[in-house]
């Protein structure tokens, strides 16, 4: 089945930067919009970004408006988040996940709706 592996997590500090990766295998990368979730300890599960499979659209959530970028690169099966500006309540295991979809400019921001998913990576922001 499809394997998604998500690295670049770690601590920074208030005001940091990170990138955070999403390699894709056993599967055809550009068949699946990416979307990337977090979830902080006690808390629901929160969308932060999508990006379609032709890689033109992309939408990010309210808490991340401005400081997100997602994006992708085909020829390497990899999707990304850069997040900037970070702050303490950015602090949760970020996910990534892949959609199939038919359509090359779809996007999802439900999770329900996404197919497979990484195991994640922790991001911890000191203020």
């Known amino acids: 089945q499809v394997q998604l592996v998500e690295s670049g997590g770690g601590l920074v500090q208030a005001g940091g930067s990170l990138r955070l990766s999403c390699a894709v295998s056993?599967?055809?990368?550009?068949?699946?919009?990416m979307g990337w979730f977090r979830q902080a300890p006690g808390k629901e599960r929160e969308f932060v970004g999508t990006?379609?499979?032709?890689?033109?659209?992309?939408y990010s959530g309210a808490s991340v408006k401005g400081r997100a970028t997602i994006s992708r690169d085909n020829a390497k099966n990899t999707a990304y988040l850069q997040l900037n500006s970070l702050k303490p309540e950015d602090t949760a295991v970020y996910y990534c996940?892949?959609?199939?979809?038919?359509?090359?400019?779809?996007?999802?921001?439900?999770?329900?709706?996404?197919?497979?998913w990484g195991q994640g990576t922790q991001v911890t922001v000191s203020s």
């Open positions: 996940a892949a959609h199939r979809t038919d359509y090359t400019g779809s996007y999802s921001v439900d999770p329900n709706r996404y197919h497979y």
């Open positions: 056993r599967g055809t990368f550009t068949n699946y919009a």
């Open positions: 990006i379609s499979r032709s890689g033109t659209n992309t």
